[in-house]
Protein backbone atom coordinates (compact mmCIF):
# COMPACT_ATOMS: atom_id res chain seq x y z
CA UNK A 1 0.00 0.00 0.00
CA UNK A 2 1.53 3.19 -1.08
CA UNK A 3 1.59 5.82 2.05
CA UNK A 4 2.12 8.56 0.01
CA UNK A 5 0.25 9.64 -3.02
CA UNK A 6 1.38 12.24 -5.23
CA UNK A 7 0.05 13.81 -8.48
CA UNK A 8 0.21 15.00 -10.94
CA UNK A 9 2.78 12.19 -12.90
CA UNK A 10 3.98 15.12 -15.40
CA UNK A 11 3.72 18.57 -15.47
CA UNK A 12 4.44 21.30 -18.34
CA UNK A 13 4.65 24.76 -17.50
CA UNK A 14 5.36 27.91 -18.93
CA UNK A 15 8.55 30.27 -17.56
CA UNK A 16 7.59 32.27 -15.19
CA UNK A 17 4.27 30.82 -14.48
CA UNK A 18 3.65 28.50 -10.72
CA UNK A 19 3.76 25.08 -10.53
CA UNK A 20 2.09 23.00 -8.51
CA UNK A 21 2.83 19.52 -7.05
CA UNK A 22 0.26 17.91 -4.86
CA UNK A 23 0.87 15.03 -2.28
CA UNK A 24 -1.74 13.06 0.11
CA UNK A 25 -1.00 10.84 3.07
CA UNK A 26 -3.17 8.91 5.37
CA UNK A 27 -0.82 7.93 8.46
CA UNK A 28 -1.71 10.33 11.07
CA UNK A 29 2.10 9.70 12.79
CA UNK A 30 3.54 11.08 10.32
CA UNK A 31 5.67 14.41 11.37
CA UNK A 32 7.83 15.37 9.05
CA UNK A 33 7.61 16.21 5.36
CA UNK A 34 10.31 16.98 3.00
CA UNK A 35 10.82 17.77 -0.78
CA UNK A 36 12.93 16.22 -2.52
CA UNK A 37 14.49 17.43 -6.35
CA UNK A 38 16.13 15.09 -9.07
CA UNK A 39 17.67 15.77 -12.15
CA UNK A 40 18.87 13.72 -14.85
CA UNK A 41 21.41 11.68 -13.91
CA UNK A 42 21.76 12.47 -10.48
CA UNK A 43 20.27 11.44 -6.77
CA UNK A 44 17.76 13.12 -5.07
CA UNK A 45 18.30 16.31 -3.41
CA UNK A 46 16.37 17.66 -0.34
CA UNK A 47 14.81 21.02 -1.42
CA UNK A 48 12.68 21.98 1.92
CA UNK A 49 10.96 20.35 4.29
CA UNK A 50 7.91 21.45 6.62
CA UNK A 51 6.90 19.51 10.03
CA UNK A 52 3.11 19.92 10.95
CA UNK A 53 2.83 22.29 13.47
CA UNK A 54 3.65 24.76 10.56
CA UNK A 55 1.10 25.61 8.01
CA UNK A 56 3.55 26.76 5.32
CA UNK A 57 7.16 27.08 4.64
CA UNK A 58 8.63 29.39 2.09
CA UNK A 59 12.28 29.04 0.99
CA UNK A 60 12.65 31.39 -1.56
CA UNK A 61 10.41 30.61 -4.77
CA UNK A 62 9.78 27.40 -3.42
CA UNK A 63 6.44 27.22 -0.66
CA UNK A 64 5.24 23.70 1.10
CA UNK A 65 1.81 24.54 1.97
CA UNK A 66 0.48 21.93 4.41
CA UNK A 67 -3.29 21.11 5.51
CA UNK A 68 -2.98 18.96 8.45
CA UNK A 69 -6.45 18.41 8.87
CA UNK A 70 -6.73 16.73 5.02
CA UNK A 71 -3.79 15.08 5.46
CA UNK A 72 -2.29 16.80 2.23
CA UNK A 73 0.72 19.02 1.77
CA UNK A 74 1.80 20.57 -1.66
CA UNK A 75 4.85 21.86 -3.26
CA UNK A 76 4.62 25.66 -4.90
CA UNK A 77 7.12 26.67 -7.48
CA UNK A 78 6.44 30.78 -8.30
CA UNK A 79 8.13 31.87 -11.40
CA UNK A 80 9.24 28.57 -12.87
CA UNK A 81 11.91 28.80 -14.84
CA UNK A 82 13.95 26.50 -17.25
CA UNK A 83 16.58 25.51 -14.48
CA UNK A 84 13.55 23.83 -12.29
CA UNK A 85 12.93 21.08 -14.89
CA UNK A 86 13.27 17.87 -13.01
CA UNK A 87 11.68 15.17 -10.98
CA UNK A 88 10.48 16.19 -7.82
CA UNK A 89 9.09 13.56 -4.81
CA UNK A 90 7.44 14.23 -2.04
CA UNK A 91 8.32 12.07 0.59
CA UNK A 92 6.83 11.16 4.82
CA UNK A 93 7.74 9.81 8.07
CA UNK A 94 7.32 8.84 11.61
CA UNK A 95 9.77 8.06 14.56
CA UNK A 96 7.19 5.39 14.84
CA UNK A 97 7.80 4.01 11.15
CA UNK A 98 11.47 2.85 12.60
CA UNK A 99 14.64 3.81 11.01
CA UNK A 100 14.34 7.41 9.61
CA UNK A 101 12.37 5.09 6.97
CA UNK A 102 10.95 7.93 4.04
CA UNK A 103 7.97 6.72 2.73
CA UNK A 104 8.25 8.65 -1.24
CA UNK A 105 5.77 9.51 -3.56
CA UNK A 106 5.77 8.62 -7.17
CA UNK A 107 7.44 11.61 -8.53
CA UNK A 108 6.29 14.59 -10.48
CA UNK A 109 8.15 15.33 -13.59
CA UNK A 110 8.29 18.88 -14.13
CA UNK A 111 9.44 20.70 -17.43
CA UNK A 112 8.89 24.46 -17.51
CA UNK A 113 9.00 25.67 -21.14
CA UNK A 114 11.27 29.17 -22.03
CA UNK B 1 28.70 17.14 -4.88
CA UNK B 2 27.15 15.29 -2.69
CA UNK B 3 29.58 13.84 0.11
CA UNK B 4 27.96 10.46 -1.24
CA UNK B 5 30.28 9.01 -4.23
CA UNK B 6 28.42 5.85 -5.93
CA UNK B 7 30.76 3.37 -8.16
CA UNK B 8 29.99 2.28 -10.54
CA UNK B 9 27.92 4.73 -12.28
CA UNK B 10 26.71 1.59 -15.05
CA UNK B 11 26.80 -1.40 -14.59
CA UNK B 12 25.19 -3.97 -17.14
CA UNK B 13 25.54 -7.83 -16.25
CA UNK B 14 24.45 -10.77 -16.71
CA UNK B 15 21.43 -13.02 -14.99
CA UNK B 16 24.51 -15.19 -13.36
CA UNK B 17 26.99 -12.95 -12.69
CA UNK B 18 28.42 -11.56 -9.37
CA UNK B 19 29.17 -8.11 -8.96
CA UNK B 20 29.27 -5.64 -6.14
CA UNK B 21 28.08 -1.88 -5.79
CA UNK B 22 29.88 0.90 -4.01
CA UNK B 23 29.17 4.27 -1.36
CA UNK B 24 31.73 6.33 0.30
CA UNK B 25 30.10 8.97 2.43
CA UNK B 26 32.84 11.74 3.57
CA UNK B 27 29.67 13.47 5.62
CA UNK B 28 31.05 11.70 8.89
CA UNK B 29 27.37 10.04 8.92
CA UNK B 30 26.27 7.17 10.81
CA UNK B 31 23.68 5.43 8.88
CA UNK B 32 23.61 4.62 5.22
CA UNK B 33 21.14 3.54 3.01
CA UNK B 34 20.17 1.66 0.25
CA UNK B 35 17.28 2.42 -1.88
CA UNK B 36 15.87 0.93 -5.00
CA UNK B 37 14.22 3.85 -8.13
CA UNK B 38 12.48 2.33 -10.77
CA UNK B 39 10.70 4.44 -13.35
CA UNK B 40 7.18 5.41 -11.95
CA UNK B 41 7.26 3.74 -8.58
CA UNK B 42 8.45 4.91 -4.88
CA UNK B 43 12.09 5.23 -4.37
CA UNK B 44 12.18 1.82 -2.39
CA UNK B 45 14.08 0.97 0.88
CA UNK B 46 16.08 -1.96 0.59
CA UNK B 47 18.17 -2.10 3.98
CA UNK B 48 19.81 0.50 6.74
CA UNK B 49 22.52 0.59 8.79
CA UNK B 50 23.16 2.37 11.76
CA UNK B 51 27.32 2.51 13.40
CA UNK B 52 27.92 -0.49 10.59
CA UNK B 53 24.66 -2.67 12.15
CA UNK B 54 21.89 -3.43 10.07
CA UNK B 55 18.98 -1.95 11.45
CA UNK B 56 16.75 -2.69 8.60
CA UNK B 57 15.96 -5.43 5.58
CA UNK B 58 12.76 -4.93 3.82
CA UNK B 59 11.89 -7.90 2.53
CA UNK B 60 14.92 -7.74 0.25
CA UNK B 61 15.39 -11.02 -1.93
CA UNK B 62 18.56 -13.08 -0.69
CA UNK B 63 20.28 -12.05 -3.89
CA UNK B 64 21.09 -8.58 -2.90
CA UNK B 65 23.58 -8.77 0.00
CA UNK B 66 24.88 -5.53 1.97
CA UNK B 67 27.64 -5.18 3.76
CA UNK B 68 29.04 -1.94 5.60
CA UNK B 69 32.48 -2.66 6.68
CA UNK B 70 32.92 0.84 8.32
CA UNK B 71 30.33 3.64 8.68
CA UNK B 72 31.86 5.56 5.32
CA UNK B 73 31.24 2.40 3.41
CA UNK B 74 28.21 0.60 2.21
CA UNK B 75 28.66 -2.23 -0.45
CA UNK B 76 25.45 -4.05 -2.13
CA UNK B 77 26.89 -7.73 -3.51
CA UNK B 78 24.75 -9.17 -7.00
CA UNK B 79 24.41 -12.05 -7.63
CA UNK B 80 21.94 -13.90 -9.84
CA UNK B 81 20.04 -11.42 -10.21
CA UNK B 82 16.56 -11.18 -12.28
CA UNK B 83 15.67 -8.66 -15.63
CA UNK B 84 13.36 -6.75 -13.28
CA UNK B 85 16.28 -5.93 -11.13
CA UNK B 86 17.33 -3.25 -13.66
CA UNK B 87 16.66 0.01 -11.99
CA UNK B 88 18.71 2.47 -10.35
CA UNK B 89 20.23 2.06 -7.48
CA UNK B 90 20.67 4.77 -4.88
CA UNK B 91 23.07 5.20 -1.56
CA UNK B 92 21.85 8.03 0.89
CA UNK B 93 23.92 8.65 4.27
CA UNK B 94 21.79 10.72 7.33
CA UNK B 95 23.79 11.35 11.04
CA UNK B 96 21.70 9.22 12.40
CA UNK B 97 18.28 6.79 12.23
CA UNK B 98 17.04 8.33 15.62
CA UNK B 99 16.45 11.77 14.56
CA UNK B 100 14.25 11.86 12.16
CA UNK B 101 13.33 14.86 11.11
CA UNK B 102 16.49 16.72 12.22
CA UNK B 103 18.90 15.78 9.60
CA UNK B 104 17.96 14.74 6.06
CA UNK B 105 19.25 11.70 3.97
CA UNK B 106 22.41 12.86 1.69
CA UNK B 107 21.69 10.79 -1.96
CA UNK B 108 24.45 9.73 -4.48
CA UNK B 109 24.02 10.18 -7.83
CA UNK B 110 23.57 5.91 -8.14
CA UNK B 111 24.27 3.12 -10.01
CA UNK B 112 22.20 2.17 -13.55
CA UNK B 113 22.10 -1.31 -13.22
CA UNK B 114 20.96 -3.21 -16.09
CA UNK B 115 20.55 -7.50 -16.23
CA UNK B 116 20.63 -8.83 -19.73
Known amino acids: ?114 | ETGVTQTPRHLVMGMTNKKSLKCEQHLGHNAMYWYKQSAKKPLELMFVYSLEERVENNSVPSRFSPECPNSSHLFLHLHTLQPEDSALYLCASSQDINRVGNQPQHFGDGTRLSIL
Open chain 1, 1 to 114: QQQVKQSPQSLIVQKGGISIINCAYENTAFDYFPWYQQFPGKGPALLIAIRPDVSEKKEGRFTISFNKSAKQFSLHIMDSQPGDSATYFCAASSRGTGANNLFFGTGTRLTVIP
